[in-house]
């Protein structure tokens, strides 16, 4: 165990025992407001701050021990800016409310600035696990990698719409890099938070805010890729696409049909997967079903190996309980 281990294992400690202290002295709350958010209380979206200082720290002790197994010291740097500023723009947006296209916009420049300085974290290519053949990205490598990290970022703040969903994805992830040994030191850190969060989430105490989904859909997504374009082989194309497919179907869903509808596509509402489970179901087996939809496909995929196929019965529960979830909503409705 290294000291930053140590040393976070404090921190959240701290954090549980000072709680209701260091809530108050953040001043970041999510307020109910009985159209979109129905909470019963005022209750603190402090969740990053947590997961921010013990990744930051880590990124510090990381920088100054500089492990060669790690990160390099620029890439250390860089990742370490580009968190913090992710970090501002998500604790702004929780106290003020940012709209979503400067969000965007920001979000936008900041990544390409980071992927400027370090090549290692470019998708230049797409490797499937069906195939022998790469597809060359060439040009368009930078922007498609910016793409993907914006559309798993806010995959990631759509898919924190209740409690312990989120959460419980940010652990299964690091559990993930975990057992592939993808900077595991940083992974126990990140589970140390999670258990952390989870206490207070599941006692309706702590939300996650956009300052957490932002800087964890970031740092998650750029982990990623890192380790995709290792020479190390890591990752599969399909494979990731696999690990991030549930938040991702309901990104794309949700935003469809409010096209459809002629709203804007970044307007909120309660179309969400897990929105509609919580009409019909109560909140432990709505995320009970949201988590087997992640998880039964990746267990079928890493017995067989077919990441593709996991992937299409991935969309395919995914199709089934939503159909069944609005049958079930119309028929209550009409009784």
Avoid at 136 to 158: E, P, R, W
Avoid at 262 to 290: A, E, V, Y
Avoid at 298 to 326: E, N
Wanted: overall charge positive.
């Amino acid at each position: 165990m290294t000291i930053s281990f140590y040393l976070i294992l404090i921190i959240n400690i701290l954090f549980c025992i000072f709680f209701n202290k260091i809530q108050k002295k953040l001043n970041i709350f999510d307020k109910p407001d009985k159209k979109r958010k129905f909470h019963k209380k005022v209750i603190s979206s402090a969740g990053g701050v947590l997961f921010f200082l013990c990744i930051f720290i880590y990124f510090i002790i990381n920088f100054l021990e500089f492990d060669q197994n790690s990160l390099s010291l620029r890439e250390n740097f860089s990742l370490s800016i580009v968190i913090i500023s992710f970090f501002v723009i998500g604790i702004y947006d929780d106290k003020f409310l940012l709209d979503v296209y400067p969000r965007l916009l920001l979000s936008f420049i900041l990544i390409l600035s980071f992927l400027l300085l370090n090549d290692d974290f470019i998708l230049k290519q797409l490797t499937f696990s069906f195939s022998n053949s790469n597809i060359q990205l060439k040009n368009f490598s930078i922007l498609f990698t910016i793409l993907c990290s914006l559309l798993f970022i806010n995959a990631c703040n759509m898919f924190d719409g209740v409690d312990l969903q989120f959460g419980l994805y940010v652990l299964f992830l690091s559990v993930l890099f975990y057992t592939k040994n993808i900077l595991p030191n940083l992974q126990l850190i990140i589970l140390i938070c999670c258990f952390s969060f989870l206490y207070f989430n599941y006692n309706k105490k702590l939300f996650i805010g956009n300052n957490g989904t932002l800087i964890i859909g970031l740092l998650f997504s750029l982990i990623f890729i890192k380790f995709y374009n290792s020479s190390t082989y890591y990752f599969y194309a399909d494979e990731i696409f696999l690990y991030m497919a549930i938040p991702g179907f309901d990104l794309v869903r949700v935003c469809f049909l409010r096209l459809l509808k002629g709203r804007n596509m970044f307007s909120s509402d309660r179309n969400h997967l897990h929105h509609l489970l919580l009409k019909i179901h109560t909140l432990p087996k709505s995320i009970l079903i949201t988590q087997c939809l992640i998880i039964i496909p990746i267990i079928y995929a890493l017995i067989t190996k077919q990441y593709l196929m996991s992937c299409f019965v991935s969309l395919l529960f995914y199709i089934i309980v939503i159909a069944y979830t609005k049958i079930k909503i119309n028929n209550l409705f009409k009784n």
